[in-house]
Protein backbone atom coordinates (compact mmCIF):
# COMPACT_ATOMS: atom_id res chain seq x y z
CA UNK A 1 0.00 0.00 0.00
CA UNK A 2 2.90 2.71 0.79
CA UNK A 3 4.42 2.21 -2.49
CA UNK A 4 0.89 3.92 -3.94
CA UNK A 5 1.20 6.73 -1.74
CA UNK A 6 3.53 10.13 -3.68
CA UNK A 7 2.23 12.39 -0.80
CA UNK A 8 -0.26 13.29 1.72
CA UNK A 9 -2.67 13.72 -1.09
CA UNK A 10 -1.77 11.87 -4.20
CA UNK A 11 -1.43 8.68 -5.18
CA UNK A 12 -0.33 6.37 -7.99
CA UNK A 13 -2.28 3.32 -9.26
CA UNK A 14 -0.65 -0.10 -9.39
CA UNK A 15 -2.88 -1.14 -11.45
CA UNK A 16 -4.80 1.32 -13.44
CA UNK A 17 -8.57 1.34 -14.02
CA UNK A 18 -9.14 1.46 -17.64
CA UNK A 19 -12.19 4.06 -19.10
CA UNK A 20 -14.72 0.78 -20.81
CA UNK A 21 -17.23 3.47 -21.72
CA UNK A 22 -18.47 7.07 -21.19
CA UNK A 23 -22.14 9.13 -22.29
CA UNK A 24 -23.46 12.10 -21.49
CA UNK A 25 -26.99 13.53 -21.58
CA UNK A 26 -28.00 17.38 -21.95
CA UNK A 27 -30.56 19.55 -22.35
CA UNK A 28 -31.87 22.58 -24.72
CA UNK A 29 -28.68 24.92 -23.61
CA UNK A 30 -26.09 22.65 -24.08
CA UNK A 31 -27.71 21.30 -27.57
CA UNK A 32 -26.90 25.24 -28.56
CA UNK A 33 -23.69 25.46 -26.97
CA UNK A 34 -19.95 24.55 -29.08
CA UNK A 35 -19.63 21.08 -27.44
CA UNK A 36 -23.39 20.38 -28.66
CA UNK A 37 -21.70 16.95 -31.14
CA UNK A 38 -20.35 15.47 -28.34
CA UNK A 39 -23.41 14.22 -26.56
CA UNK A 40 -25.00 11.47 -26.67
CA UNK A 41 -28.93 12.54 -26.65
CA UNK A 42 -29.99 16.33 -26.30
CA UNK A 43 -33.38 17.16 -24.98
CA UNK A 44 -35.20 20.47 -25.68
CA UNK A 45 -37.79 19.37 -22.90
CA UNK A 46 -36.27 20.52 -19.56
CA UNK A 47 -39.04 18.37 -17.88
CA UNK A 48 -37.47 14.96 -20.14
CA UNK A 49 -40.82 13.54 -20.27
CA UNK A 50 -41.25 13.83 -16.57
CA UNK A 51 -43.70 15.79 -14.51
CA UNK A 52 -41.57 17.60 -12.44
CA UNK A 53 -37.61 19.22 -13.06
CA UNK A 54 -36.56 16.94 -10.10
CA UNK A 55 -37.92 14.30 -11.72
CA UNK A 56 -36.00 15.17 -15.25
CA UNK A 57 -33.00 15.10 -13.22
CA UNK A 58 -33.71 11.70 -12.11
CA UNK A 59 -34.34 10.60 -15.69
CA UNK A 60 -31.00 12.40 -17.13
CA UNK A 61 -29.25 10.15 -14.87
CA UNK A 62 -31.05 6.69 -16.10
CA UNK A 63 -30.08 7.89 -19.57
CA UNK A 64 -26.78 8.40 -19.09
CA UNK A 65 -26.19 5.07 -17.51
CA UNK A 66 -28.35 3.35 -19.64
CA UNK A 67 -26.76 4.57 -22.88
CA UNK A 68 -22.76 4.37 -21.38
CA UNK A 69 -24.05 0.40 -20.33
CA UNK A 70 -25.41 0.26 -24.34
CA UNK A 71 -22.08 1.31 -25.86
CA UNK A 72 -20.22 -0.95 -23.60
CA UNK A 73 -22.16 -3.93 -24.44
CA UNK A 74 -22.87 -4.51 -20.87
CA UNK A 75 -25.59 -5.01 -18.64
CA UNK A 76 -26.43 -3.22 -15.19
CA UNK A 77 -25.19 -6.79 -13.26
CA UNK A 78 -21.95 -6.29 -14.92
CA UNK A 79 -20.88 -3.04 -12.36
CA UNK A 80 -20.12 -4.44 -9.11
CA UNK A 81 -20.74 -0.79 -7.81
CA UNK A 82 -21.81 2.92 -8.90
CA UNK A 83 -21.02 5.92 -7.52
CA UNK A 84 -23.06 8.79 -7.88
CA UNK A 85 -24.43 11.95 -6.50
CA UNK A 86 -26.48 15.27 -7.56
CA UNK A 87 -26.92 19.09 -6.07
CA UNK A 88 -30.28 17.99 -4.93
CA UNK A 89 -30.94 17.79 -1.27
CA UNK A 90 -30.35 13.80 -0.20
CA UNK A 91 -29.12 13.14 -3.58
CA UNK A 92 -32.86 12.48 -4.70
CA UNK A 93 -32.12 12.69 -8.43
CA UNK A 94 -29.68 10.46 -8.15
CA UNK A 95 -31.11 7.77 -5.68
CA UNK A 96 -34.61 8.04 -7.66
CA UNK A 97 -33.11 7.77 -11.04
CA UNK A 98 -30.71 4.75 -10.08
CA UNK A 99 -33.39 2.62 -7.82
CA UNK A 100 -34.58 0.48 -10.93
CA UNK A 101 -30.99 -0.85 -11.68
CA UNK A 102 -30.24 -2.83 -7.87
CA UNK A 103 -26.48 -2.33 -8.92
CA UNK A 104 -24.48 -1.96 -5.33
CA UNK A 105 -24.99 1.89 -4.77
CA UNK A 106 -22.35 4.43 -3.04
CA UNK A 107 -24.45 7.81 -2.54
CA UNK A 108 -21.62 10.82 -3.16
CA UNK A 109 -21.74 14.40 -2.56
CA UNK A 110 -18.48 16.24 -3.44
CA UNK A 111 -21.11 19.54 -5.14
CA UNK A 112 -20.18 19.99 -8.78
CA UNK A 113 -16.71 18.25 -8.07
CA UNK A 114 -18.59 14.69 -7.71
CA UNK A 115 -17.43 13.80 -10.99
CA UNK A 116 -13.54 13.70 -9.97
CA UNK A 117 -15.14 12.12 -6.45
CA UNK A 118 -16.65 9.20 -8.22
CA UNK A 119 -14.25 8.60 -10.13
CA UNK A 120 -11.28 8.87 -8.14
CA UNK A 121 -13.03 6.37 -5.51
CA UNK A 122 -14.31 3.60 -8.33
CA UNK A 123 -10.52 3.66 -9.04
CA UNK A 124 -9.44 3.04 -5.71
CA UNK A 125 -12.02 0.24 -5.34
CA UNK A 126 -11.03 -1.35 -8.38
CA UNK A 127 -7.22 -0.49 -8.42
CA UNK A 128 -7.40 -2.39 -4.68
CA UNK A 129 -9.15 -5.48 -5.99
CA UNK A 130 -12.64 -4.67 -4.09
CA UNK A 131 -14.15 -4.79 -7.87
CA UNK A 132 -13.74 -5.04 -12.06
CA UNK A 133 -16.05 -2.74 -13.14
CA UNK A 134 -17.55 0.32 -11.62
CA UNK A 135 -19.46 3.19 -12.83
CA UNK A 136 -19.12 6.44 -11.95
CA UNK A 137 -22.00 9.23 -12.60
CA UNK A 138 -23.56 12.69 -10.92
CA UNK A 139 -26.10 15.19 -12.81
CA UNK A 140 -26.66 18.40 -12.34
CA UNK A 141 -30.08 20.81 -14.04
CA UNK A 142 -30.93 24.43 -14.00
CA UNK A 143 -34.42 24.59 -13.15
CA UNK A 144 -33.55 22.35 -9.64
CA UNK A 145 -30.68 24.26 -8.69
CA UNK A 146 -31.82 27.52 -8.76
CA UNK A 147 -35.08 26.53 -7.07
CA UNK A 148 -32.82 24.89 -4.32
CA UNK A 149 -30.27 27.23 -3.98
CA UNK A 150 -31.31 30.49 -5.81
CA UNK A 151 -34.52 31.69 -6.56
CA UNK A 152 -37.09 29.58 -8.66
CA UNK A 153 -36.51 29.99 -12.35
CA UNK A 154 -40.46 31.86 -12.34
CA UNK A 155 -39.55 34.28 -10.41
CA UNK A 156 -36.85 35.95 -13.33
CA UNK A 157 -34.62 37.42 -10.92
CA UNK A 158 -31.84 39.09 -12.46
CA UNK A 159 -28.59 37.53 -12.59
CA UNK A 160 -25.20 39.31 -11.66
CA UNK A 161 -21.75 39.09 -14.04
CA UNK A 162 -20.20 36.52 -11.91
CA UNK A 163 -23.23 34.35 -12.01
CA UNK A 164 -22.89 30.68 -14.19
CA UNK A 165 -25.52 29.02 -15.64
CA UNK A 166 -25.96 25.37 -14.07
CA UNK A 167 -25.56 22.85 -17.08
CA UNK A 168 -28.57 20.30 -17.47
CA UNK A 169 -26.55 17.33 -18.36
CA UNK A 170 -25.65 13.82 -17.01
CA UNK A 171 -22.36 11.98 -17.25
CA UNK A 172 -21.76 7.99 -16.70
CA UNK A 173 -18.28 6.70 -16.88
CA UNK A 174 -17.46 2.90 -16.68
CA UNK A 175 -14.37 1.68 -15.30
CA UNK A 176 -12.63 -1.54 -15.34
CA UNK A 177 -9.93 -3.76 -15.06
CA UNK A 178 -9.71 -4.19 -18.84
CA UNK A 179 -9.89 -2.14 -21.85
CA UNK A 180 -7.75 0.17 -24.13
CA UNK A 181 -8.23 3.05 -22.26
CA UNK A 182 -7.90 6.35 -21.50
CA UNK A 183 -6.28 5.01 -18.13
CA UNK A 184 -6.81 6.27 -15.01
CA UNK A 185 -2.96 6.60 -13.29
CA UNK A 186 -2.86 9.15 -10.17
CA UNK A 187 -5.49 10.90 -8.15
CA UNK A 188 -4.92 13.60 -5.94
CA UNK A 189 -7.88 14.01 -3.40
CA UNK A 190 -8.55 17.50 -2.22
CA UNK A 191 -9.14 19.53 1.21
CA UNK A 192 -11.48 21.74 2.18
CA UNK A 193 -10.28 25.49 1.50
CA UNK A 194 -12.25 28.36 2.67
CA UNK A 195 -11.16 32.02 2.11
CA UNK A 196 -14.15 33.64 3.72
CA UNK A 197 -16.59 34.10 -0.04
CA UNK A 198 -20.36 34.17 1.27
CA UNK A 199 -21.65 35.11 -1.96
CA UNK A 200 -23.74 32.18 -3.61
CA UNK A 201 -23.65 34.03 -7.14
CA UNK A 202 -19.87 34.20 -7.19
CA UNK A 203 -19.22 30.38 -6.98
CA UNK A 204 -15.82 30.84 -9.14
CA UNK A 205 -13.93 33.38 -6.49
CA UNK A 206 -15.06 30.90 -3.78
CA UNK A 207 -13.60 26.73 -5.58
CA UNK A 208 -11.21 28.66 -7.19
CA UNK A 209 -8.90 28.75 -4.19
CA UNK A 210 -9.65 25.02 -3.60
CA UNK A 211 -8.81 23.97 -7.12
CA UNK A 212 -5.41 26.15 -7.00
CA UNK A 213 -4.31 23.88 -3.57
CA UNK A 214 -5.20 20.72 -4.97
CA UNK A 215 -3.24 21.51 -8.55
CA UNK A 216 -0.26 23.11 -6.37
CA UNK A 217 -0.80 19.53 -4.19
CA UNK A 218 -0.41 17.32 -7.37
CA UNK A 219 2.20 18.96 -8.92
CA UNK A 220 4.11 18.55 -6.37
CA UNK A 221 3.90 15.49 -5.15
CA UNK A 222 3.50 14.03 -8.70
CA UNK A 223 6.85 16.20 -9.62
CA UNK A 224 5.35 16.93 -12.65
CA UNK A 225 4.57 20.40 -13.38
CA UNK A 226 2.21 21.59 -16.22
CA UNK A 227 4.29 20.53 -19.66
CA UNK A 228 3.71 17.51 -18.35
CA UNK A 229 -0.40 17.37 -19.50
CA UNK A 230 -1.33 17.96 -22.52
CA UNK A 231 -4.68 19.72 -20.93
CA UNK A 232 -5.54 20.41 -17.38
CA UNK A 233 -9.42 21.00 -16.87
CA UNK A 234 -10.73 22.19 -13.52
CA UNK A 235 -14.99 21.61 -13.18
CA UNK A 236 -16.48 24.96 -13.33
CA UNK A 237 -14.80 27.82 -12.09
CA UNK A 238 -15.91 30.19 -15.19
CA UNK A 239 -14.43 32.91 -15.80
CA UNK A 240 -13.31 34.92 -12.72
CA UNK A 241 -12.39 31.90 -11.12
CA UNK A 242 -10.20 30.45 -14.21
CA UNK A 243 -8.19 34.14 -14.00
CA UNK A 244 -7.89 33.83 -10.23
CA UNK A 245 -6.17 30.39 -10.82
CA UNK A 246 -3.94 31.13 -13.16
CA UNK A 247 -2.93 34.66 -11.37
CA UNK A 248 -2.32 32.41 -8.60
CA UNK A 249 0.38 30.52 -10.34
CA UNK A 250 1.83 32.87 -12.13
CA UNK A 251 2.51 34.72 -8.57
CA UNK A 252 4.66 30.81 -8.20
CA UNK A 253 6.46 31.92 -11.67
CA UNK A 254 3.81 28.93 -13.29
CA UNK A 255 2.36 29.90 -16.34
CA UNK A 256 -0.58 27.63 -16.92
CA UNK A 257 -1.95 29.80 -19.60
CA UNK A 258 -1.07 27.68 -22.43
CA UNK A 259 -2.64 23.97 -21.68
CA UNK A 260 -5.35 25.52 -18.86
CA UNK A 261 -8.99 25.35 -19.21
CA UNK A 262 -11.97 24.94 -17.48
CA UNK A 263 -15.15 23.15 -18.06
CA UNK A 264 -17.53 25.78 -17.39
CA UNK A 265 -15.85 27.81 -20.34
CA UNK A 266 -16.35 25.40 -23.20
CA UNK A 267 -19.37 24.13 -22.32
CA UNK A 268 -21.35 27.51 -23.69
CA UNK A 269 -20.74 30.42 -25.72
CA UNK A 270 -20.87 32.49 -23.22
CA UNK A 271 -21.87 35.70 -25.50
CA UNK A 272 -24.00 34.51 -28.01
CA UNK A 273 -25.95 31.91 -24.92
CA UNK A 274 -25.71 35.11 -22.03
CA UNK A 275 -23.81 33.04 -19.93
CA UNK A 276 -22.46 35.20 -18.11
CA UNK A 277 -19.54 33.77 -16.32
CA UNK A 278 -19.82 30.52 -18.07
CA UNK A 279 -21.24 27.04 -17.01
CA UNK A 280 -21.33 25.55 -13.18
CA UNK A 281 -23.19 22.26 -11.80
CA UNK A 282 -22.41 18.56 -11.42
CA UNK A 283 -23.49 17.82 -15.13
CA UNK A 284 -21.05 20.52 -16.59
CA UNK A 285 -17.55 18.76 -15.82
CA UNK A 286 -19.50 15.63 -16.47
CA UNK A 287 -20.79 16.53 -19.39
CA UNK A 288 -17.55 17.41 -21.02
CA UNK A 289 -15.38 15.16 -19.63
CA UNK A 290 -18.07 12.02 -20.21
CA UNK A 291 -18.05 13.87 -24.36
CA UNK A 292 -16.03 16.18 -25.63
CA UNK A 293 -12.54 15.10 -23.43
CA UNK A 294 -12.56 11.09 -23.68
CA UNK A 295 -13.65 11.00 -26.78
CA UNK A 296 -10.90 13.13 -28.05
CA UNK A 297 -9.03 10.94 -26.10
CA UNK A 298 -9.50 7.98 -28.36
CA UNK A 299 -9.25 9.86 -31.27
CA UNK A 300 -5.96 10.64 -30.03
CA UNK A 301 -6.65 14.46 -29.35
CA UNK A 302 -4.79 14.42 -26.29
CA UNK A 303 -2.41 11.99 -24.52
CA UNK A 304 -2.41 13.13 -21.39
CA UNK A 305 -5.18 14.93 -19.30
CA UNK A 306 -5.44 16.32 -15.47
CA UNK A 307 -8.89 16.86 -14.94
CA UNK A 308 -9.73 18.84 -11.73
CA UNK A 309 -13.27 19.32 -11.00
CA UNK A 310 -14.52 22.02 -8.23
CA UNK A 311 -17.55 21.91 -5.71
CA UNK A 312 -18.94 24.60 -3.19
CA UNK A 313 -19.88 22.83 -0.18
CA UNK A 314 -22.41 25.13 0.95
CA UNK A 315 -26.46 24.67 0.99
CA UNK A 316 -29.40 27.16 1.34
CA UNK A 317 -29.33 26.82 5.42
CA UNK A 318 -26.03 28.03 5.26
CA UNK A 319 -26.14 30.77 2.65
CA UNK A 320 -29.74 32.22 4.72
CA UNK A 321 -27.44 31.92 8.18
CA UNK A 322 -24.63 33.80 6.34
CA UNK A 323 -21.77 31.21 6.35
CA UNK A 324 -18.91 31.53 3.88
CA UNK A 325 -18.20 28.74 1.21
CA UNK A 326 -15.96 25.86 2.06
CA UNK A 327 -14.85 24.28 -1.63
CA UNK A 328 -13.04 21.01 -2.62
CA UNK A 329 -11.29 20.23 -5.78
CA UNK A 330 -10.31 16.47 -6.73
CA UNK A 331 -7.99 15.92 -9.59
CA UNK A 332 -7.50 12.50 -11.49
CA UNK A 333 -5.35 11.82 -14.70
CA UNK A 334 -6.45 10.25 -17.80
CA UNK A 335 -3.40 9.09 -19.93
CA UNK A 336 -3.52 7.00 -23.06
CA UNK A 337 -0.66 5.04 -21.75
CA UNK A 338 -1.15 2.43 -18.89
CA UNK A 339 2.22 2.83 -17.37
CA UNK A 340 2.61 6.48 -16.82
CA UNK A 341 5.46 8.18 -15.74
CA UNK A 342 5.62 9.43 -11.76
Same mark, same amino acid.
Given at each position: ?????????????????????? %????????????????????????????????????????????????????????????????????????????????????????????????? %??????????????????????????????????????????? %?????????????????????????????????????????????????????????????????????????????????????????????????????????????????????????? %??????????????????????????????????????????????????????????
Amino acid at each position: MQTKRLGRQSVRLKCPPSVVSF %ACVGGKMEGQGPLASSFDELYPDSFFGAKTWEQGESAMQRMALQRALEKGGLQPEDLDYILAGDLLNQCIGTSFGLRDFRIPFYGLYGACSTMGESI %ALASLLIDGGFARMAGAMTSSHYCTAERQYRMPVPYGSQRPPT %AQWTATAAGCCILGTQGDGPYVTHITCGRIVDKGITDANNMGAAMAPAAYDTLSAHFRETNTTPANYDLILTGDLGQLGHEIVTEFFLQDGIDMRHNYQDCGLLLYDRKKQDMHAGGSGCGC %AASVLNGYLLRGMRQKKWNRILFAPTGALLSPTSTFQGESIPSICHAVVFSNEKGAAN
